[in-house]
T-cell receptor
Framework: NAGVMQNPRHLVRRRGQEARLRCSPMKGHSHVYWYRQLPEEGLKFMVY????????ESGMPKERFSAEFPKEGPSILRIQQVVRGDSAAYFC??????????????FGEGSRLTVL | GDSVTQMEGPVTLSEEAFLTINCTYT??????LFWYVQYPGEGLQLLLK?????DKGSNKGFEATYRKETTSFHLEKGSVQVSDSAVYFCALSPGGSYIPTFGRGTSLIVHP
């Protein structure tokens, strides 16, 4: 049973370009979470999605960032007009239901974005 | 809001030493508590969990006890190995929302 698949693993962009990060959750999982990891800052929640719906995007910057989880295909985190401060590791996690009390999330290996 | 506070790292130990990584939390209600581990270049994976007060989670020689009175969930291991070198994250879910909240992570370095 394949785990959470993220691609690309590494992405280099110049300032002003767009970055698209993809996440395929584990089979049977319909809940996806995106987190950003910055050095010395730990994991910061960005957005929580179910199929075709954004449930909570309170951790995502209002500008330049967007996320989707279509009925078919992977979840995508999109960053427009990237800046150096966007350089980070972006992790996707999935769960079969909402995290709730069971709480366990299954993480991908992350996408490491470097903005030059 | 919910929060998780972990001791700052790095924690540097010799092989076979005793490990404690402190974790305290603030949350609405009675969350479940988790420890995740992240090996270099990888994503996080669940290490252990506890769902109610006084529960002890354990896995691979690691243990943590859910202490409601002190709002703590400290991670311990009696004898660490070089292969335990990783970053350890304490987390809670759910608290006031259904979004799992993570601490900043504590880096553990074990020397032979």
């Amino acid at each position: 049973n394949a785990g959470v698949m993220q691609n690309p693993r590494h992405l280099v962009r110049r300032r002003g370009q767009e970055a698209r990060l993809r996440c395929s959750p584990m089979k049977g999982h319909s809940h996806v979470y995106w987190y950003r990891q910055l050095p010395e800052e730990g994991l910061k929640f960005m957005v929580y999605l179910q199929k075709e719906n954004i449930i909570d995007e309170s951790g995502m910057p209002k500008e330049r960032f967007s996320a989707e989880f279509p009925k078919e295909g992977p979840s995508i985190l999109r960053i427009q007009q990237v800046v150096r401060g966007d350089s980070a590791a972006y992790f996707c996690a999935s769960s079969p239901q909402g995290a709730g009390r069971n709480g366990e999330l299954f993480f991908g290996e992350g996408s490491r974005l470097t903005v030059l | 809001g919910d929060s998780v506070t972990q001791m700052e790292g790095p924690v540097t130990l010799s092989e076979e030493a005793f490990l404690t990584i402190n974790c305290t939390y603030t949350a609405t209600g009675y969350p479940s508590l988790f420890w995740y581990v992240q090996y270099p270049g990888e994503g996080l994976q669940l290490l252990l969990k506890a769902t109610k007060a006084d529960d002890k989670g354990s896995n691979k020689g690691f243990e943590a006890t859910y202490r409601k009175e002190t709002t703590s969930f400290h991670l311990e291991k009696g004898s660490v190995q070089v292969s335990d070198s990783a970053v350890y994250f304490c987390a809670l879910s759910p608290g006031g929302s259904y979004i799992p909240t993570f601490g900043r992570g504590t880096s553990l370095i074990v020397h032979p």
